[in-house]
């Protein structure tokens, strides 16, 4: 009895702002627009006919599902060194690493896009380097495109993936590289044959991670693609505020939270396969 | 096995990757020129000094830190409970409300945003106090349930049962013996919210208007419209925030400890 009253404050904060704006984003989804833009009580999946009719839809779900996969990717295959160093790294050490690593998730995403117009603008440090050593006559354009989108979501994917990495790989017993070692094997050998397949639960969870967070990403695709770049999630933006076709907005959502489920799922049943 | 100089180098190349936005942002935001130039042309606090006279952001910065204090607050007051429930007692029905406790962030922001759009706007609560207070809420009091309930877990058992053996109420020992201990972790979990709240953009661009907007939602316009090195010098304000929260966190109770999954 005690702990339901315990439990009460925060179990109503959360029905008022997560339980009941999630019921009625279903709900709106279920609504009509009329040709003049109102919205139109309904019962009907409509809406979703339409979304789902659009080619402009399915040109975004694979704009998304590309950039997300892509980062999602280069994301774990680049914080793979940074998990097994961590993981050779002195015990002493290994607080200092793995802070550096993870702590980039507290900064702002928009922070860190600022940092990276200084890093791929036309002024920024990499034409400066390549107009230096003559590599190029012209800036060479790395925002406000597709590049520039898939850098910044890149390095802010990063983060998530040496966080499960880091879990997962400390897991690994190192005396058996040793072993392998020992039984003289190079260090590619060793890699390949044994680090590589025992990490391979790890990598694929967190391939997985980062890819779901990448599929809803908005900042950076919004910032680094310059208005030029259309995701899904931006879609969703401009419908609600733009447009403002709430049914449209709600449907789009919904459809993103259904794959998003499906991703979840998928990510569940590969964990209890490796566990 | 110490690690070879393929190992080496790749970590490294991953590192800078992870710390070249915001070394950059430092760099720039003393910069003397008008645009993200890289190398910059001089030195100079000119856009900080920019970034003090605005009035409209130093309008935004007070209301995100405003507003920040309260979401912790609120956050450690409801949440604080709850993860002692979760922590220390058994009822039915303890794994559901741990899962629905926990599954805002599960849901992406862009969602929650335009979800907590469609219910607060035919209210009038978008662009209003107690509305960006709920809404901010969504994802802090989850954190906060989280970090509580390691730290509640954290405490011996022993110790509390040695208090009701000595005749303290268990609502006595709760609050003289696990509470105290358990300090630390509450100061983590609301400078944590604190920054949650501080940095959330996506969520706060559905519900801001021009009546009242947060500091990260400026920057973001900011950063949307205009390139100059008044957004670096902003960026590094955010920048210095959280750097000052990660540092507390991780001398209280560990970072990844305070963040990981499991």
Same mark, same amino acid.
């Given at each position: 009895?005690?702990?339901?009253?315990?439990?009460?404050?925060?179990?109503?904060?959360?029905?008022?702002?997560?339980?009941? /704006?999630?019921?009625?984003?279903?709900?709106?989804?279920?609504?009509?627009?009329?040709?003049?833009?109102?919205?139109?009580?309904?019962?009907?999946?409509?809406?979703?006919?339409?979304?789902?009719?659009?080619?402009?839809?399915?040109?975004?779900?694979?704009?998304?599902?590309?950039?997300?996969?892509?980062?999602?990717?280069?994301?774990?295959?680049?914080?793979?060194?940074?998990?097994?160093?961590?993981?050779?790294? /002195?015990?002493?050490?290994?607080?200092?690493?793995?802070?550096?690593?993870?702590? /980039?998730?507290?900064?702002?995403?928009?922070?860190?896009?600022?940092?990276?117009?200084?890093?791929?603008?036309?002024?920024?440090?990499?034409?400066?380097?390549?107009?230096?050593?003559?590599?190029?006559?012209? /800036?060479?354009?790395?925002?406000?495109?597709?590049?520039?989108?898939?850098?910044?979501?890149?390095?802010?994917?990063?983060?998530?993936?040496?966080?499960?990495?880091?879990?997962?790989?400390?897991?690994?017993?190192?005396?058996?590289?040793?072993?392998?070692?020992?039984?003289?094997?190079?260090?590619?050998?060793?890699?390949?044959?044994?680090?590589?397949?025992?990490?391979?639960?790890?990598?694929?969870?967190?391939?997985?991670?980062?890819?779901?967070?990448?599929?809803?990403?908005?900042?950076?695709?919004?910032?680094?693609?310059?208005?030029?770049?259309?995701?899904?999630?931006?879609?969703?933006?401009?419908?609600?505020?733009?447009?403002?076709?709430?049914?449209?907005?709600?449907?789009?959502?919904?459809?993103?939270?259904?794959?998003?489920?499906?991703?979840?799922?998928?990510?569940?049943?590969?964990?209890?396969?490796?566990? | 096995?110490?690690?070879?100089?393929?190992?080496?180098?790749?970590?490294?190349?991953?590192?800078?990757?992870?710390?070249?936005?915001?070394?950059?942002?430092?760099?720039?935001?003393?910069?003397?020129?008008?645009?993200?130039?890289?190398?910059?042309?001089?030195?100079?606090?000119?856009?900080?000094?920019?970034?003090?006279?605005?009035?409209?952001?130093?309008?935004?910065?007070?209301?995100?830190?405003?507003?920040?204090?309260?979401?912790?607050?609120?956050?450690?007051?409801?949440?604080?409970?709850?993860?002692?429930?979760?922590?220390?007692?058994?009822?039915?029905?303890?794994?559901?409300?741990?899962?629905?406790?926990?599954?805002?962030?599960?849901?992406?922001?862009?969602?929650?945003?335009?979800?907590?759009?469609?219910?607060?706007?035919?209210?009038?609560?978008?662009?209003?106090?107690?509305?960006?207070?709920?809404?901010?809420?969504?994802?802090?009091?989850?954190?906060?349930?989280?970090?509580?309930?390691?730290?509640?877990?954290?405490?011996?058992?022993?110790?509390?049962?040695?208090?009701?053996?000595?005749?303290?109420?268990?609502?006595?020992?709760?609050?003289?013996?696990?509470?105290?201990?358990?300090?630390?972790?509450?100061?983590?979990?609301?400078?944590?919210?604190?920054?949650?709240?501080?940095?959330?953009?996506?969520?706060?661009?559905?519900?801001?208007?021009?009546?009242?907007?947060?500091?990260?939602?400026?920057?973001?316009?900011?950063?949307?419209?205009?390139?100059?090195?008044?957004?670096?010098?902003?960026?590094?304000?955010?920048?210095?925030?959280?750097?000052?929260?990660?540092?507390?966190?991780?001398?209280?109770?560990?970072?990844?400890?305070?963040?990981?999954?499991?």
């Amino acid at each position: 009895m005690i702990a339901y009253l315990l439990l009460l404050p925060a179990v109503a904060i959360l029905a008022a702002g997560f339980l009941y /704006p999630v019921a009625l984003l279903a709900r709106i989804s279920l609504n009509r627009t009329t040709d003049l833009g109102a919205m139109e009580e309904a019962l009907s999946l409509d809406t979703f006919a339409k979304v789902a009719g659009d080619e402009f839809t399915w040109e975004l779900a694979a704009n998304t599902a590309t950039l997300a996969a892509g980062s999602a990717l280069a994301a774990t295959a680049l914080a793979l060194p940074v998990a097994l160093l961590i993981r050779a790294a /002195p015990a002493r050490w290994r607080g200092v690493l793995s802070l550096m690593a993870i702590a /980039p998730l507290l900064i702002s995403g928009t922070a860190r896009v600022v940092g990276w117009m200084a890093i791929l603008g036309d002024r920024g440090l990499i034409n400066a380097a390549l107009l230096w050593l003559g590599l190029a006559s012209d /800036p060479v354009r790395l925002i406000n495109n597709w590049t520039g989108v898939r850098i910044g979501l890149t390095e802010s994917l990063m983060p998530y993936a040496c966080l499960v990495l880091i879990a997962g790989l400390g897991r690994l017993d190192t005396r058996l590289e040793e072993a392998a070692a020992t039984l003289g094997a190079t260090r590619s050998r060793t890699f390949l044959r044994i680090t590589l397949p025992l990490a391979l639960p790890a990598l694929l969870a967190a391939f997985l991670l980062t890819f779901v967070l990448g599929v809803s990403a908005f900042i950076t695709p919004r910032l680094m693609g310059g208005g030029r770049v259309f995701v899904v999630a931006t879609e969703i933006f401009d419908l609600a505020l733009q447009t403002v076709d709430w049914p449209a907005a709600a449907a789009m959502a919904m459809l993103l939270l259904g794959a998003l489920i499906l991703a979840m799922l998928l990510r569940s049943v590969v964990a209890r396969r490796t566990a | 096995m110490s690690p070879g100089w393929i190992l080496r180098a790749a970590a490294i190349a991953g590192y800078t990757l992870l710390m070249a936005p915001a070394v950059l942002v430092a760099a720039i935001s003393f910069s003397a020129g008008d645009f993200l130039t890289f190398p910059p042309p001089g030195f100079s606090t000119r856009w900080y000094v920019a970034l003090l006279t605005n009035a409209e952001l130093m309008t935004a910065l007070r209301n995100s830190a405003i507003l920040a204090l309260i979401v912790a607050f609120v956050a450690l007051l409801a949440g604080a409970p709850a993860a002692y429930a979760l922590a220390r007692l058994d009822f039915p029905g303890r794994a559901a409300i741990a899962a629905f406790l926990a599954a805002p962030l599960l849901l992406p922001s862009l969602v929650l945003g335009l979800a907590l759009l469609l219910a607060l706007q035919p209210l009038k609560l978008a662009a209003t106090w107690p509305g960006l207070v709920l809404a901010h809420s969504m994802v802090a009091v989850p954190f906060a349930v989280r970090i509580m309930a390691t730290a509640f877990a954290a405490v011996p058992r022993d110790l509390e049962e040695a208090a009701w053996t000595l005749g303290a109420t268990r609502l006595r020992a709760a609050w003289r013996i696990t509470l105290p201990l358990a300090a630390p972790g509450a100061v983590a979990a609301g400078a944590l919210c604190f920054l949650v709240s501080f940095d959330e953009t996506v969520i706060s661009l559905f519900l801001v208007g021009p009546r009242l907007t947060t500091l990260p939602v400026e920057m973001f316009r900011y950063a949307e419209s205009r390139t100059d090195p008044l957004v670096a010098a902003l960026a590094m304000t955010l920048i210095l925030v959280a750097l000052a929260v990660v540092l507390l966190v991780e001398r209280l109770v560990g970072f990844s400890k305070a963040l990981g999954r499991e």
